[in-house]
């Protein structure tokens, strides 16, 4: 374990692309965590009471819904970008 660790946890051959991988797996994590009870809210509520909101409302969660969807996709390509530094150089 230790001799894999010191062969490709050190050995990071592009940390530029780690680091920005870290940060967006970070942001997508915040951004999914913190819409999701928030869509599950609007999502939950009756037929009737989510037709008596506002119009302002119901825009507040279409755009959660947008939000969740695009921290989804930083999650995914920071997770990407991650895995792609990380063992770019496995196979020497």
């Given at each position: 374990?230790?001799?894999f660790l010191k062969k490709y946890l050190v050995n990071i051959q592009n940390p530029?692309?780690?680091f920005i991988g870290i940060i967006l797996l970070i942001l997508g994590s915040f951004v999914t965590v913190f819409d999701y009870p928030q869509i599950q809210y609007f999502e939950n509520?009756?037929?009737e009471m989510y037709a008596?909101?506002?119009s302002e409302q119901k825009e507040i969660h279409n755009?959660?819904?947008i939000e969740f969807s695009i921290g989804i996709v930083?999650?995914?390509a920071g997770g990407a970008l991650f895995v792609v530094s990380f063992f770019?150089?496995?196979k020497k």
């Open positions: 374990m230790v001799h530029t692309w780690f509520m009756d037929s008596t909101l506002e755009r959660l819904i930083i999650l995914l770019r150089n496995f």
